[in-house]
């Protein structure tokens, strides 16, 4: 894991599918959501990192969007639409490895936003890098977004 940062996030464009899910489905609908958005002709040809954007956190679950950056929907299935990614400032950290133990890379973030006595919103994004059949190399930056105060 790389040390937490604060970054201004550029928007990112892409297409994907939005759902809510609770908590306890969450991965579940994320496999599920992702065979969706590369079902053939989900999405136009081309490459890009998957992302999912999380928003509207509450206790019963979330808004997440799972899909593709720099691509554009296909057409085969409705659902896939548009997304837009918006910037903003962030607090940034590179997991690297199992997906599964990201848990210690947003820990980080969270208690990095509450050592500077940062608010977050509810409101964060991974963009998952390229596969590697090493787990070490697997590279996935999460983004949480930060109130701005004025």
């Known amino acids: ?17 939005e759902m ?25 040809p081309g490459h890009g990192h998957n992302f999912i954007m999380y928003r509207d956190n509450t206790r019963e679950g ?28 962030v607090m940034t950290a590179t997991h690297w490895g199992d997906y599964r133990k990201m848990k210690t890379t947003h820990d980080a973030i969270e208690a990095e936003i509450k050592a500077r006595g940062l608010k977050a919103l509810p409101k964060s994004l991974e963009i998952y890098g390229d596969w590697y059949d090493d787990p070490a190399k697997v590279r996935t930056d999460i983004y949480v977004y930060l109130a701005v105060l004025i």
């Open 1 to 17: 894991m790389s040390t937490p940062s604060i970054i201004d996030l550029e928007p990112h464009n892409g297409a994907g599918i």
């Open 20 to 44: 809510f899910t609770s908590w306890q489905d969450m991965r579940a609908n994320i496999q599920r959501l992702v065979g969706r958005v590369y079902a053939p002709g989900a999405l136009t």
């Open 62 to 89: 979330v808004t997440m969007t799972v899909g593709v950056l720099d691509r554009q929907p296909g057409g085969a299935d409705p659902e896939v639409k548009p997304a837009h990614i918006p910037g903003g400032r």
